[in-house]
């Protein structure tokens, strides 16, 4: 029977059938076309969470835009062409070097991003990676002061089965026995039904405010929202909150443990501090 006749004796069933595989045939390449737009959704918005360059790297990585050695890093650069210095770090090594050339001026073991994931509900979403690629040091700090993402306060929130309340500049949370605490001259302060106020000091890693089961997250430009001594006695500022800085936990360097800085001892980054100019770059591989 020829093809004329299947569609003279059938014609109806026949048209439907192709008609049914067209549109299934569209319908597939919409969904692979919306599954594709999903994943890079997810990708832009792990960046924008997280807050750092290390995912926008990796995405680029996926699309064939960036390399991940070394030698890539450098053949960017003409820091070594030009006998400039600049600082490499290894990752997978936890080591640092400052060099000049092929020469190396400095050396010591670091401690750099965990790789770990951390969710807040409400408040977002963070990863704790070491940003790969190339970075310059934009600022010098001493005694640096650390004020504290949001995941900060959601992560002690976790380890001690807490909940999250924030405080805006102004308002006051009620502490259930008359008072409240509110803030008043960039201060963080509890206020006692009569009137009275007592300060309630900076911030202190793991002895945060707690109110009513709830870890009190304080305005920015308060005195709560700065701690000392976290960030140790020296920092190289890299931009997007990232930075090579001392530690109040030296233990840990030499280990993936860090929220994505690159931590060192305080008596080496004191000792690299003076060596380093700003515009350095800095390769993190």
């Known amino acids: 029977m020829g093809v004329s006749k299947i569609f003279s004796y059938g014609g109806k069933t026949v048209w439907m059938l192709i008609t049914g595989f067209v549109i299934a045939a569209i319908l597939s390449v919409m969904l692979l076309t919306r599954t594709a737009e999903l994943r890079y959704q997810r990708d832009v918005n792990r960046m924008v969470y997280n807050d750092n360059l290390g995912v926008l790297n990796e995405v680029k990585s996926k699309l064939g835009m960036s390399g991940d050695s070394l030698k890539a890093l450098l053949n960017e650069s003409p820091a070594e062409a030009a006998n400039l210095p600049y600082i490499v770090v290894s990752m997978a090594d936890h080591r640092l070097w400052y060099k000049q050339g092929k020469e190396i001026l400095f050396e010591a073991r670091v401690a750099t991003g965990s790789g770990k994931e951390l969710v807040g509900g409400a408040s977002g979403q963070w990863r704790f990676e070491t940003p790969r690629g190339r970075l310059t ?93 976290v960030l140790g006695t020296r920092r190289l500022e890299l931009g997007d909150g990232y930075g090579i800085h001392g530690t109040d936990h030296p233990e840990t360097i030499g280990q993936s443990v860090s929220h994505g800085c690159v931590r060192m001892r305080n008596e080496d980054i004191e000792r690299l501090y003076p060596m380093v100019s700003i515009g350095t770059p800095v390769y993190i591989y």
């Open 137 to 229: 040091v934009k600022a010098k700090d001493e005694d640096p002061a650390w004020v504290p993402p949001d995941w900060h306060y959601v992560e002690q929130a976790h380890k001690k089965g807490l909940g999250i309340i924030h405080l805006d500049a102004g308002e006051a949370i009620p502490t259930g026995d008359g008072g409240v605490v509110t803030t008043k001259n960039g201060e963080v302060v509890r206020r006692y039904g009569n009137g009275s106020t007592v300060s309630l000091g900076g911030g202190v890693e793991g002895k945060e405010i707690v109110v009513n089961g709830n870890i009190v997250v304080p305005p920015y430009g308060t005195t709560a929202r700065r701690y000392m001594g």
